[in-house]
């Protein structure tokens, strides 16, 4: 795929086969939020790759209880495989480079014939107790801050249509 048309046409996918990601596919993603870009090229963010299914509904549940919704939902709308997007807090720039290891995952996931969308409240997931847990299991400090998640497998639906581009976005000076 050219490298252009995978940034254009990368879309977020809300509907996933129930089928685990391959891992060569899997390797690609992890590979392509390696070399995103950091300030100073310090490398600070983490990803944890969260494919053990009660661990996924965990981390569904959290996210779901932040929402704080009446309703019955599922954040990750099914996806076999969720992406933890970290950053020390120590980090120089912990939030710039968690946002580009993500940004680029979610576009190789394309590239890789995976569908992904970003699933936000990280932040508020890994505050609580039940998340330190889970940060304390993976072996981090505690103190490492949610930046973002993706849903990460194979799409079960069509590839959306992109939303038509708001004017003014681009300023010539
Ligand atoms: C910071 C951020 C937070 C987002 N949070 C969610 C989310 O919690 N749930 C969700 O379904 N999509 C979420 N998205 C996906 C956006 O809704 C999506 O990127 C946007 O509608 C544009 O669609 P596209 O990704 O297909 O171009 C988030 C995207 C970003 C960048």
Partial sequence: MEAFD???NRRSIRKFK???VSEDALEQVLEAGLYAASGAGRQSAVTVVVQDPATVAK???LNAKVLDSDQAVHPYYGAPTILVVLAPKDALTPTEDAVLMAGNMLNAAYAAGLGSCWIHR???VFEMPEGKELLRAWGLPEDMAGVSSIALGYADCPQPEAAPRKEGRVVRA
């Fill in 59 to 61: 981390i569904d549940e």
């Fill in 6 to 8: 995978m940034l254009r």
């Fill in 122 to 124: 990280s932040k508020e």
């Fill in 18 to 20: 129930s089928d685990q």
